[in-house]
């Protein structure tokens, strides 16, 4: 142990968690031989002084709903992380918000840092470890999610907030390194954040002037604080990232300033300490190896041979900092709330309801039945008919568009929806401009504050969204994407706007609820089913043109989109002998077909399959219901690519998708072109059970 004198100042206790925390980091990453030290060593000082001194936060309770929140972009500095919730001895919960009793993140999970099981893992992990904010790693992806958590912060504070009671009034601090100011999504964010003023908001950028592959001179050259100043946001300097009190004020003038959101460009040495290290990219993600280690430690002053020391007074320390500021907010909190529940008691219902991501009573009343058309429906269109219902049920349901709100029929328009801006922070329209990038991560910032989320644009731009998909299905988040424009649709506009790779590429994330309905009562269920979500992110993939909204006295009912696929047409005596499997805008093609087939005396059976990812799910037994394994002759119909339909159509059944991009012309042309069309359908069929 560390000698601590009776007579240790305060500053003292400053300079060792500094210490701890760097030491630490160096200590796990030369254990696991890897890791990134660099930084959590050049940032140790900025990390300790935003948990101990300013935030309020309450270890024994990650998951208070005003905490202050802290998001760490740079994920590879994990370790810092790590530090912080070990040394505040954070508690851990469950995904039902339970307490669990014990702490986090423990030394010993520290020891076994990037091991399998710990709760120390490479990177930060939002399901994974308790008082983790959101999953980080992806570069930007940390700051762009911190502009929806502030974004939300804004939207309940407008909400619940009252005169007297101020519920929500937290800030959001994200740390940033100069991947983060390179990525694109950093700078579509910083510009959004910006236009929206959004001043609990406060980003921390660590300007070391290293990457992985050297000096950043060799790519990155502009004035980012000029950048940031040109967003909208307010700029403040720290030259040096050792010196806490000028960090701490510079925290402190950004939680004052009103109507921007700040950064700090901090200057730092990553690496600080070390004598052949400091200030190089070797730094950055490698040990350091065990003699620097002991050179490093030797220059802290700390014991050369210790590891994975907590010297003496450093968890009084900040449970002296942060334990006991959170837990004297957080009481303070608890005691306004229940005078607030007192007064206002369907408000604080509401808080509560969304904390454990329940819906309120009564959330699906009102939803349309659409009765059976042959002209039909778009698929957009009931989407929006259907989202108009539910905000108005939900209320803390927001969402919008990314400048396509007029195409995606994403727009609330029912009295009072509102739109969301720096002065009208109720809107429950929110405008992403033209940055899907940034939409996508932004979503992800309001589920993760319990803001019911869902964003919109074309099919083909999911693309712009997918790593922010990727994470809302690693955090298990129930963000909704909302896609239009789904296969051919668009037409005219040619290839550049069909997607084709997409529902493929979207099918593969795990955990991820892909829906593509056949007619508007399908968006409906699909609705339903996306709504009842806690943990699983919903991708609602949405056609441009009507779809005849189908005969439900005639066919299955819609419901049967809870169990991703089910019988909508059936062959006499429910005995098949040839299924045609479809999804979308192709349903309407496979029921054609069907009712050609059985003119025709075939027994033909169509299955809607809106979700591939639902439909696994469901037992062994149900799937051979909808799909005998004795029936081989089987046509899956989709406008998309036709990769993984093998699974379902099996070694002897067709697919009939897309194996190229498609082509500008009208719809119809293109369905011919592509053999979207009941005779072609009839044709295989036919060849599949040797009935030329
Ligand atoms: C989107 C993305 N691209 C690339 C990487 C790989 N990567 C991890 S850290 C890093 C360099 C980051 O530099 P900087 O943000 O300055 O961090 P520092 O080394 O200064 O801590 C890169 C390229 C990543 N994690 N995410
Ligand atoms: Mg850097």
């Not at 948990?51 to 810092?80: E, Y």
Request: proline letters at 6%.
């Amino acid at each position: 142990m560390t000698p601590v004198a009776e007579t240790i100042t305060s500053t003292d206790l400053d300079q060792l968690s500094i210490n701890t925390i760097r030491t630490l980091s160096m200590d796990a990453v030369q254990q696991a031989k890897s890791g990134h030290p660099g930084t959590p060593m050049a940032l140790a000082p900025l990390v300790y002084t935003i948990w101990n001194r300013v935030m309020r936060f309450d270890p024994q309770d990650p998951l208070w709903p005003n905490r202050d929140r802290f998001v760490l972009s740079n994920g590879h500095a994990s370790m810092l992380l790590w530090s912080v919730l070990h040394l505040t001895h954070t508690q851990a919960v469950n995904a039902n918000y339970e307490k669990l009793g014990h702490a986090s993140v423990t030394l010993d999970d520290i020891r076994r840092f990037r091991q399998i099981g710990s709760k120390a893992p490479g990177h930060p992990e939002y399901h994974w470890v308790s008082g983790v904010e959101t999953t980080t790693g992806p570069l930007g992806q940390g700051v762009a999610t911190s502009v929806g958590m502030a974004i939300a912060e804004k939207w309940l504070a407008n909400r619940y907030s009252l005169p007297g009671f101020p519920i929500f009034d937290y800030k959001i601090y994200a740390v940033a390194g100069d991947g983060c100011m390179m990525e694109g999504i950093g700078s579509e964010a910083a510009s959004l954040a910006g236009h929206l003023g959004l001043d609990n908001l406060c980003w921390i950028y660590d300007n070391n002037r290293i990457t992985i592959e050297g000096h950043t001179n060799i790519a990155f050259s502009e004035d980012v604080a000029m950048r940031f100043l040109a967003y909208g946001w307010n700029v403040l300097r720290v030259s040096d990232a050792n010196d806490i009190e000028r960090i701490e004020h510079a925290l402190n003038k950004a939680s004052n300033k009103t109507g921007s959101p700040t950064l700090i460009v901090l200057d730092s040495h990553i690496g600080y300490g070390s004598p052949h290290k400091q200030d190089t990219a070797e730094a950055h993600g490698e040990p350091l190896g065990d003699d620097e280690l002991r050179l490093t430690k030797r220059a802290y002053g700390w014991p050369e041979d210790a590891k994975f020391l907590v010297p003496d007074g450093v968890y009084e320390h900040f449970e002296d900092g942060i334990g006991t500021r959170g837990a004297d907010s957080h009481r303070e909190w608890t005691q306004l709330f229940e005078a607030y529940r007192a007064q206002y008691p369907e408000l604080a219902a509401e808080i509560e309801q969304m904390q454990r991501r329940e819906l309120p009573n009564g959330w699906d009343r009102d939803l349309p039945v659409f009765p059976a058309d042959p002209k039909g429906v778009a698929g957009r269109e009931a989407s929006g008919k259907v989202l108009n219902v539910l905000a108005q049920n939900i209320p803390w349901l927001v969402g919008g568009s990314a400048d396509l709100g007029p195409s995606n029929k994403t727009l609330l328009t029912y009295e009072g929806a509102g739109h969301f801006q720096a002065n009208s922070p109720g809107g429950k329209n929110l405008h992403f401009g033209i940055r899907e990038h940034a939409m996508g991560a932004t979503l992800n910032g309001l589920a993760l504050s319990k803001v019911r989320p869902y964003g919109a644009t074309f099919f083909i731009f999911s693309d712009y969204e997918r790593p922010a998909i990727r994470l809302s299905a690693l955090m298990e988040l129930p963000t909704i994407f909302v896609f239009t424009h789904d296969a051919m649709g668009d037409g005219e506009d040619g290839p550049t706007h069909q997607p084709v790779e997409h529902l493929a590429s979207l099918r593969a994330i795990p955990g991820l609820v892909t829906l593509r309905p056949g007619d508007a009562n399908e968006v409906v269920a699909a609705y339903r089913y996306i709504m009842e979500l806690r943990h699983q992110p919903a991708v609602l993939v949405l056609s441009r043109q009507p779809l005849p909204t189908l005969d439900r006295t005639k066919y299955a009912a819609a419901a049967g989109v809870a169990r991703g696929a089910y019988v909508l047409a059936d062959a006499p005596g429910a005995d098949p002998e040839v299924i045609l499997i479809a999804s979308g805008s192709e349903v309407s093609v496979a029921v054609d077909t069907h009712e050609q087939l059985i003119a025709e005396g075939i027994r033909s059976r169509v299955v809607s399959m809106p979700s591939w990812d639902i439909f696994e799910h469901q037992t062994q037994q149900y799937r051979d219901t909808v799909l005998p394994p004795n029936v081989v002759a089987r046509i899956a119909i989709e406008q998309a690519s036709t990769f993984g339909w093998e699974r379902y159509v099996g070694a002897k059944g067709r697919v009939i998708g897309m194996t190229t991009f498609g082509a500008s012309a009208p719809l119809k042309e293109l369905q011919r072109k592509f053999g979207f069309e009941p005779a072609r359908v009839t044709a295989i069929a036919k060849e599949l059970l040797d009935r030329g």
